[in-house]
């Protein structure tokens, strides 16, 4: 008996060293992102991250999906006072000026300047990562905003040939002729626009909502207001767009997967999901060039916090560096439609034959003729935030456009101020 | 040989430490403070020292991010009062407790008084009464938020079925407080109905049977007896009710997010998004300071005008 106990102890002794050496062995980083793994964003970003690990048997990646970029923003700033802080964090590209600036995210420059990947990156990635002249994001998944059409509901709606989808115009005459049609099925021309397009409308109304060379506050422009009232009157004015994608823009992208809406504007990293949805009947055209062909270049990047310790740093940036080479790139682009950042992806096979195989996963490559990073000074991660309630309220036909945007400007231009004291 | 004295049998009364037969005096007046001091830790970490901090935070500037948080005195609490926000949060906030709390606690009496008796059939739905009620709320808000979609949901459907027109159900300013007042009631009926059919319970038959005999009919008894004897489970259900109609988050957020036009914007959700989302934690607590003083408020209220009519014995 005692003999046996002894020896199990013993046992228990040597697995629970060998436990800890294992343990003690390896460096984790605990990195929060957007991407659901039952999605194929999720899923890829798995693949990647599994690459990652059996190459660096010493790093182990504790990822962890916390939400949207609202969600992200939100629970950051609740743990870093709590000290429950990450090592490592996906940012949307212009949310992440404001932890930039209070140092919460570690200026990765030197890392970048050390880095061979920083030559291979195309120039809108390595942009899209400074703030005030340094790096703090490597960007992951970037995207600008497309057009997504369902053939079949076109072809139900008498378009017999594609229409033109290049002005305000052409999309309101499309949207009318496919809601006139098959409205009684419950059909919609159009899926409300989610921020993103918001964004990129005005873009292609010659405007924007702060300008990214001044800093000014754009959102009173005449071409910004122009742009909402068109967006708002898709709802409200011309029934067109259904304002339950207004209240909840997820809903819209949800009623284009299931084939309940005819016209959708949004990220093409919604490629992958929309074809799996869709099917042959996807197609996918540039954002429309209303006065000007103009899009925003969004999606997020991976910072490091600046409380994690100096090893797990170098790690993060280790995984940082390993997500944005060629192969991890070209799984992330084929697996989700996000562009590719890294001039060498397109020579990946996977990246070949996604762009063989998947029609119109090119059409965001195709838009990086005219496509432009976004400001990103603090006051955007409160402008943004603040942007839903005042379209739900003018999309809904329940404030005046020109009203609201003239009061957000200025208060957005208050909060600039209060923020850069 | 006799036995070695032990402490218990150390006559007339004291060790050399000081200890009487029965313990030492200084241990026996710290045990029942040091048997709660685990359960007042717990407290302490969870209630009183977020309630402290909150306090602390209302009167500074800070957003969660900056390493300093100057202090402002009376500057958030200015900044709230004289915003129109939160007069509309505190307006709609009181009228969804108006009309939320009446239509729950009605609701569930008057179910509970049918399911009281034993049978299988009432247990059963008892059980289907209560299963919302232990239901993630998210779960719940979710699948309304699709139910009372105004193109793509379940309700307008049955509706255009019988020939009425599409109702914007969360999209029109004057009709979501009110969807939200049936879900969260639907969500929460279940408890009260659960409290109810204890009060009724412990109502000692012979009233009714003396009722009976004197020929008292059914709304008379329920009047005059029910009614009465229930006035303390109602009570304890109104003071909760109340508290939890001024906290309601979960559905707003996810069915409605405060809209539209802030026409369901309640007290913590603006909260949320002041402290959240805006970042501005000083008047988030701010907020939340004034929150506690209104329930406060009401729960003095509630014990003055209420709590007086409440006997507890038959």
Redesign the interface.
């Known amino acids: 008996m005692t003999r046996n106990f002894l020896k199990l102890a013993g046992a228990s002794l040597i697995a629970l060293v060998g436990a800890t050496s294992i343990s003690m062995a390896a460096t984790t980083i605990t990195f929060w992102h957007s991407f659901d793994p039952e999605k194929p964003n999720g899923k890829a970003l798995a693949e990647i991250i599994g690459n990652f690990e059996a190459a660096n048997p010493g790093i182990d990646i504790q990822s962890e999906f916390i939400g949207n970029y609202?969600d992200i923003v939100?629970k950051l700033?609740?743990a870093?006072?709590a000290h429950r802080e990450p090592d490592a964090v996906i940012m949307e590209v212009t949310r992440y000026g404001?932890?930039a600036d209070?140092?919460?995210l570690t200026d990765l420059s030197d890392y970048v300047e050390k880095d061979p990947l920083k030559n291979d990156l195309f120039d809108f990635a390595r942009e899209v990562g400074m703030f005030k002249g340094k790096n703090y994001i490597v960007p992951f998944n970037s995207s600008t905003p497309v057009l997504y059409y369902n053939k079949d509901i076109f072809a139900r709606a008498g378009f017999a040939e594609e229409p033109a989808l290049k002005t305000y115009d052409d999309i309101l005459k499309v949207s009318k002729q496919i809601t006139e049609k098959l409205g009684v099925e419950?059909i919609?021309g159009i899926a409300a626009p989610g921020q993103f397009a918001r964004w990129g409308l005005v873009m292609d109304n010659d405007s924007d909502l702060i300008d990214s060379k001044t800093g000014d506050i754009l959102l009173d422009s005449a071409n910004t207001i122009e742009a909402y009232q068109w967006m708002a009157s898709l709802v409200h004015e011309h029934k067109v767009a259904?304002?339950?994608g207004?209240?909840?823009e997820d809903?819209g992208r949800d009623?284009f997967l299931q084939g309940?809406v005819g016209i959708m504007l949004n990220s093409t990293g919604t490629y992958v999901r929309s074809k799996k949805a869709i099917g042959e009947n996807l197609a996918v055209r540039p954002m429309p060039c209303n006065k000007v062909c103009s899009v925003p270049i969004g999606g997020a990047g991976i910072g490091i916090l600046s409380t994690a310790e100096q090893d797990v740093k170098d790690a993060a940036y280790k995984f940082i560096s390993f997500a944005a080479n060629p192969e991890s790139n070209a799984i992330w682009f084929a697996g989700t439609g996000y562009m590719p950042i890294n001039k060498h992806t397109a020579d990946q096979q996977k990246a070949k034959d996604a762009l063989a195989k998947q029609p119109g996963i090119d059409v965001a490559i195709s838009q990086l003729d005219f496509a432009r990073g976004r400001p990103r000074p603090p006051v955007v991660?409160?402008m943004r935030?603040?942007e839903?309630?005042l379209w739900?309220?003018m999309a809904?036909g329940?404030?005046d456009v020109k009203e609201v945007l003239t009061e957000f400007a200025a208060k957005t231009r208050a909060e600039a101020e209060r923020l850069a004291k | 040989m006799a036995p070695a004295p032990t402490l218990m049998q150390n006559p007339p009364g004291q060790t050399s430490s000081g200890c009487s037969p029965t313990g030492c005096p200084m241990v026996r007046k710290l045990l029942p403070y040091l048997y709660i001091v685990p359960l007042m830790a717990f407290i302490a970490v969870f209630t009183y020292i977020p309630i402290v901090t909150s306090i602390n935070l209302s009167f500074r500037e800070w957003?969660?991010?900056?390493?300093t948080m100057p202090f402002v005195g009376l500057e958030n609490y200015k900044l709230l009062l004289s915003s129109t926000e939160f007069w509309n949060s505190l307006r709609v906030t009181a009228l969804f407790a108006a009309f939320s709390v009446p239509l729950r606690l009605g609701l569930a009496l008057l179910i509970a008084s049918w399911l009281t008796s034993d049978r299988f059939e009432t247990r059963l739905l008892r059980g289907a009464f209560f299963l919302p009620s232990v239901t993630s709320t998210v779960s719940i808000a979710v699948v309304f938020?699709w139910v009372f979609?105004?193109?793509?949901?379940v309700a307008n459907e049955l509706l255009k079925r019988i020939g009425v027109d599409k109702i914007?159900w969360?999209?029109d300013?004057r009709i979501a407080l009110w969807v939200l007042i049936l879900v969260n009631t639907w969500k929460q009926i279940g408890y009260d109905i659960v409290i109810y059919i204890a009060g009724l319970q412990a109502i000692p038959d012979e009233l009714y049977d003396a009722a009976s005999v004197d020929g008292g009919g059914r709304f008379h008894v329920f009047r005059r007896i029910t009614l009465p004897l229930v006035m303390p489970t109602t009570y304890f259900l109104l003071v909760i009710s109340v508290i939890e109609a001024f906290q309601v988050f979960t559905i707003v957020s996810v069915m409605?997010?405060?809209?539209?036009?802030?026409a369901t914007d309640m007290l913590v959700n603006m909260l949320y998004?002041v402290g959240?989302?805006?970042?501005d934690i000083g008047t988030g607590s701010a907020l939340a300071v004034l929150l506690f003083i209104i329930l406060i408020a009401l729960a003095l209220i509630k014990s003055r005008v209420i709590g007086r009519k409440v006997h507890y014995e038959a």
């Open positions: 609202n939100a700033q609740a870093i006072p404001l932890f209070r140092g919460v419950g919609t259904s304002a339950d207004v209240t909840d809903m009623a309940k991660t409160w935030a603040s839903y309630d739900q309220a809904l329940q404030r | 957003d969660f991010l900056s390493p938020s979609a105004t193109d793509y949901g914007p969360l999209q300013p409605t997010h405060g809209g539209p036009a802030s998004r959240f989302v805006l970042f």
